[in-house]
């Protein structure tokens, strides 16, 4: 079954950063998600700072074969997508409450008119 919201972290050379962003998506009250983190092949030790969280079933970690750049990562990212709903969290980001997915599911929710939801953090 395809999860509620897919979020995704693209990422290049954010190995110092990515262990926050990671923890505050973990951290989300609503569970119903998939956290795809799509590496454009750092050269940084970004797979080994993401690797202690590959043990959350919900955590999906790919590296490219070659570097995309910016752009393409990100597309790359939603294609991966499985969810009804995508989120962007950037790797050197975080979200700033454990109610953020789950605000962000209710508005789009309740209203289908509403196509972009957008926060802060």
Known sequence: MAPKISVCIPTYNYAHYIAPAIESVL???????????????????????????????????????????????????ISMARGEYIKFVFA????????????MAGI???DP???????AR
């Open 108 to 110: 789009l929710d309740s």
């Open 27 to 77: 951290n989300q009250r609503l569970t119903d998600f998939e956290l795809i983190i799509l590496d454009d092949c750092s050269k940084d030790n970004t797979e080994e700072a993401v690797s202690r969280f590959l043990n959350d079933k919900r955590v999906l970690f790919e590296k490219n074969e070659r570097n995309l750049g910016l752009v393409a990562n990100w597309n790359k990212c």
């Open 113 to 119: 008119s509403v196509t972009l939801v957008a926060s």
């Open 92 to 103: 050197d980001d975080m979200l700033a409450s454990q109610e953020v997915l789950g605000l």
